[in-house]
């Protein structure tokens, strides 16, 4: 658990929210034991915020990252009374653009991407890593345009019903993220917590003053609405 004390404490404001919701959609999403499928059960919860953000935080961002091994940006940041049907999104995704299994890093770096306009590359040797973290930042000419964040809270909620089963850490892409100011959600879901890597996701997610973890683990389609409701409310200071 050493890498908890990397999660940045939070101290935000009732400044408008630009939100990336990361969306698991590897096949093991498609399981049954959340009603009416887990798929389903996050598509409600994304649709749920989208609904309360577009209702009261009308100068609020949304956007939707989805993954399994690789990540999509399927909805750029836009406001959440203007975003379509999420399931929509999901269902224009075709096996071509997708690979399959499940890595936490590849949607973490697309974040990074569209928050900062920096695409960070893998680094494929020990020593090419060593040197990219001392020196600096890696970059290739793959970019997303970076959304106008000026003024505004920079949110992520990484929702999985697994684990992260790719070559890099995730913690260190997390931790750049929260050390520019990110916020990050991290929901496990399933028939149980040992479905997913719950050690893992705590040291992604970030930490409230109260020093509780911003990390559940959900096993309903209604609970899972119930967090995302709260969740679309502004983060305020502790």
């Given at each position: 658990?050493?890498?908890?004390?990397?999660?940045?404490?939070?101290?935000?404001?009732?400044?408008?929210?630009?939100?990336?919701?990361?969306?698991?959609?590897?096949?093991s999403m498609l399981a049954h034991d959340i009603r009416p499928s887990r798929m389903?059960?996050?598509?409600?919860?994304?649709?749920?915020?989208?609904?309360?953000?577009?209702?009261?935080?009308?100068?609020?961002?949304?956007?939707?990252?989805?993954?399994?091994?690789?990540?999509?940006?399927?909805?750029?940041?836009?406001?959440?009374?203007?975003?379509?049907?999420?399931?929509?999104?999901?269902?224009?995704?075709?096996?071509?653009?997708?690979?399959?299994?499940?890595?936490?890093?590849?949607?973490?770096?697309?974040?990074?991407?569209?928050?900062?306009?920096?695409?960070?590359?893998?680094?494929?040797?020990?020593?090419?890593?060593?040197?990219?973290?001392?020196?600096?930042e890696s970059v290739d000419d793959n970019t997303v345009p970076p959304i106008d964040?000026?003024?505004?809270?920079?949110?992520?909620?990484?929702?999985?019903?697994?684990?992260?089963?790719?070559?890099?850490?995730?913690?260190?892409?997390?931790?750049?993220?929260?050390?520019?100011?990110?916020?990050?959600?991290?929901?496990?879901?399933?028939?149980?917590?040992?479905?997913?890597?719950?050690?893992?996701?705590?040291?992604?997610?970030?930490?409230?003053?109260?020093?509780?973890?911003?990390?559940?683990?959900?096993?309903?389609?209604?609970?899972?609405?119930?967090?995302?409701?709260?969740?679309?409310?502004?983060?305020?200071?502790?």
């Amino acid at each position: 658990m050493k890498y908890l004390n990397f999660a940045n404490h939070i101290n935000t404001n009732e400044k408008p929210e630009t939100l990336l919701m990361l969306m698991d959609i590897s096949d093991s999403m498609l399981a049954h034991d959340i009603r009416p499928s887990r798929m389903e059960a996050a598509i409600n919860a994304n649709e749920e915020i989208i609904k309360v953000k577009s209702r009261h935080y009308y100068d609020d961002k949304i956007g939707i990252i989805v993954f399994q091994k690789s990540a999509k940006l399927v909805s750029f940041p836009t406001f959440a009374s203007k975003i379509g049907n999420v399931k929509h999104f999901i269902d224009e995704i075709g096996d071509e653009d997708m690979e399959g299994g499940t890595d936490f890093v590849a949607p973490l770096k697309l974040a990074y991407q569209c928050f900062f306009g920096v695409n960070l590359k893998k680094e494929n040797s020990f020593l090419s890593r060593a040197l990219s973290n001392l020196f600096c930042e890696s970059v290739d000419d793959n970019t997303v345009p970076p959304i106008d964040t000026s003024g505004t809270i920079k949110r992520i909620i990484l929702l999985t019903d697994g684990e992260h089963l790719g070559d890099d850490n995730p913690v260190r892409i997390a931790t750049r993220l929260k050390d520019a100011g990110v916020i990050i959600d991290c929901i496990g879901i399933g028939g149980t917590p040992q479905n997913v890597d719950e050690k893992l996701l705590k040291q992604i997610a970030s930490r409230n003053f109260d020093g509780s973890i911003r990390y559940c683990f959900i096993g309903d389609q209604e609970t899972l609405i119930r967090k995302y409701n709260s969740l679309a409310q502004h983060i305020r200071p502790v």
